[in-house]
């Protein structure tokens, strides 16, 4: 069954300035979600870790190791927030999607936000403009001017067209893996509507895409998060 988002057309009947309120709904949910498991895992600390507080710090120590494998702890350490926000919310954007679904009417207002790719491209966009800041803040301005001309000045036009298709590339491949994700979970869904029979064999078939779909947001998120540990690494980095 298909479904629509809950769009709110914009007062000046410009598409791109339209309002997906499913959108804005999740990507409150997902804060939410994110705000509550930093707040319970950081609560009552204990020198012997358990529970919510074990997950913050497996996943700090998880980060630190991104970071150190990109660029020096020293120079690295000021990303350690940046890292371990993207990599929570991305994955918990990743999965709520996955789990279950929620429409109202012929308007699916419950989904992984990260299955639309105006977030996503907003995420990367976001990203790269982080890149830039940093790289200005810690080389200055006319030495990191001087690293679109390096090794050679008529690679300026190239490095110009890096920064576009790293945006493009780092939002588009999160939004495709979990959009192509979403779309197959409808369409098992769809099947399972059809009769008894149709709903007892598409069961298996939705676990063990569920279950697949999870490991896929995991992965994403990772991804996305090392990218992006990269490109700033690649502007703050001296070599670079």
Avoid at 131 to 148: I, L
Avoid at 173 to 202: D, H, K, P, T
Avoid at 203 to 221: C, D, E, K, N, T
Wanted: aromatic fraction near 12%; glycine fraction near 8%; avoid cysteine.
């Amino acid at each position: 069954m298909e479904h629509e988002a809950p769009i709110v057309e914009s007062a000046f009947g410009i598409p791109w300035l339209d309002f997906n309120l499913s959108n804005v709904f999740m990507i409150i949910v997902v804060s939410a979600i994110v705000f509550i498991i930093a707040v319970i895992g950081s609560r009552n600390l204990q020198m012997k870790p358990t529970g919510m507080q074990n997950f913050l710090e497996w996943a700090v120590d998880f980060v630190k190791g991104m970071i150190g494998d990109t660029m020096d702890w020293k120079t690295g350490k000021v990303f350690l927030p940046l890292g371990l926000t993207l990599i929570t919310y991305i994955l918990v954007s990743n999965v709520v999607g996955v789990i279950t679904v929620g429409v109202v009417g012929d308007n699916l207002w419950w989904k992984s936000p990260t299955a639309d790719a105006t977030l996503t491209l907003t995420l990367s966009g976001m990203v790269i403009v982080l890149t830039h800041y940093y790289g200005v803040k810690v080389k200055g301005v006319k030495e990191y001017g001087k690293d679109y001309i390096r090794p050679l000045p008529f690679l300026l036009p190239l490095n110009i067209i890096e920064e576009f298709t790293n945006t493009l590339t780092l939002g588009l491949r999160l939004f495709g893996n979990l959009y192509a994700g979403e779309i197959l979970l409808g369409l098992i869904v769809s099947m399972a509507q059809l009769n008894v029979f149709a709903f007892i064999g598409s069961a298996i078939p939705m676990m063990a895409w569920q279950g697949f779909s999870l490991f896929i947001g995991a992965i994403q998120a990772f991804i996305f998060t090392m990218l992006t540990m990269v490109y700033i690494s690649h502007k703050v980095n001296p070599s670079h």
